[in-house]
């Protein structure tokens, strides 16, 4: 459900510039910049899969997908093409994250739903598997609009412990949560063997979560950024971001886009 704009043109520089990469809690490494693939509508497939192809070849090397965008089986794709034509040399290459669908936030539904992502992928493996959303819909419901009617309980416990699971059968290396307030990963954290070691949520200069930014800095979990440019006025974000007249100001003085400051 958290949507990140599908960027298909990059900075010349981009492909020869080494991205940082920082260390999870897990002793994975991370890409600090990633390719969101949500868009609404989607292109067709192969557009789609063309267009993370050539992410790859701009020097894009983390892609985040999510049962819930549609998007898996094209990034899948892409990896494989890329992997065909030498664009990379192996699959470590590349850090693919990819999201439990809030159908699925139950313990017994968690290990299949990554099993069927990764057939989607055509992986053995995700770098980094999130709980989309702290919450737990009826399978009829329409996840973009719900009502009160459609939730069901949502039990934060038994649902980790199913992601925990997961990373020690080795189908994901790391995992994490996505739009988890301070609260809720408090109560994860009281039961938790194994940490998150991200929390996606949505986070720009215009909104910078300073509290929650805090207390996951003081337990080690990573927080990652979805719509980093604010989604640009698109239904759930704002101009704030790229309109603002400061970093317009600030971009120019540096010779830069809005975007690349």
Same mark, same amino acid.
């Given at each position: 459900?958290?949507?990140?704009?599908?960027?298909?043109?990059?900075?010349?520089?981009?492909?020869?510039?080494?991205?940082?990469?920082?260390?999870?809690?897990?002793?994975?490494?991370?890409?600090?910049?990633?390719?969101?693939?949500?868009?609404?509508?989607?292109?067709?497939?192969?557009?789609?899969?063309?267009?993370?192809?050539?992410?790859?070849?701009?020097?894009?090397?983390?892609?985040?997908?999510?049962?819930?965008?549609?998007?898996?089986?094209?990034?899948?794709?892409?990896?494989?093409?890329?992997?065909?034509?030498?664009?990379?040399?192996?699959?470590?290459?590349? *850090?693919?994250?990819?999201?439990?669908?809030?159908?699925?936030?139950?313990?017994?539904?968690?290990?299949?739903?990554?099993?069927?992502?990764?057939?989607?992928?055509?992986?053995?493996?995700? #770098?980094?598997?999130?709980?989309?959303?702290?919450?737990?819909?009826?399978?009829?419901?329409?996840?973009?609009?719900?009502?009160?009617?459609?939730?069901?309980? *949502? #039990?934060?416990?038994?649902?980790?412990?199913?992601?925990?699971?997961?990373? +020690?059968?080795?189908?994901?290396?790391?995992?994490?949560?996505?739009?988890?307030?301070?609260?809720?990963?408090?109560?994860?954290?009281?039961?938790?063997?194994?940490?998150?070691?991200?929390? +996606?949520?949505?986070?720009?200069?215009?909104?910078?979560?300073?509290?929650?930014? +805090? *207390?996951?800095?003081?337990?080690?979990?990573?927080?990652?950024?979805?719509?980093?440019?604010?989604?640009?006025?698109?239904?759930?974000?704002?101009?704030?971001?790229? +309109?603002?007249?400061?970093?317009? #100001?600030?971009?120019?003085?540096? #010779?830069?886009?809005?975007?690349?400051?």
């Amino acid at each position: 459900m958290s949507r990140i704009r599908v960027v298909t043109s990059q900075p010349p520089t981009m492909a020869t510039t080494k991205v940082t990469r920082v260390m999870l809690n897990s002793g994975q490494m991370i890409p600090t910049i990633g390719f969101g693939t949500s868009a609404l509508p989607l292109p067709p497939p192969e557009q789609l899969t063309s267009i993370f192809i050539e992410a790859i070849e701009a020097g894009y090397r983390h892609f985040d997908t999510a049962a819930s965008y549609g998007t898996e089986e094209c990034v899948g794709r892409a990896v494989a093409a890329a992997l065909d034509s030498g664009l990379i040399k192996s699959r470590n290459e590349v *850090f693919v994250t990819s999201k439990l669908s809030i159908y699925d936030t139950h313990h017994d539904l968690v290990l299949p739903a990554l099993k069927e992502t990764l057939r989607k992928l055509g992986l053995e493996y995700v #770098d980094l598997y999130l709980v989309h959303w702290p919450i737990m819909i009826k399978k009829s419901a329409n996840q973009f609009k719900l009502s009160e009617d459609d939730m069901l309980h *949502f #039990d934060i416990k038994e649902t980790w412990k199913a992601m925990e699971e997961c990373c +020690q059968l080795g189908l994901a290396k790391s995992i994490g949560v996505s739009n988890y307030s301070c609260l809720k990963l408090g109560k994860l954290l009281e039961n938790a063997t194994i940490p998150p070691a991200v929390n +996606q949520v949505e986070m720009n200069v215009a909104w910078q979560q300073q509290k929650l930014l +805090q *207390f996951c800095r003081e337990k080690k979990i990573l927080v990652s950024a979805w719509s980093p440019l604010g989604a640009n006025g698109a239904a759930w974000g704002s101009h704030q971001v790229m +309109q603002s007249p400061v970093l317009k #100001d600030i971009a120019a003085a540096k #010779d830069k886009s809005v975007a690349q400051l």
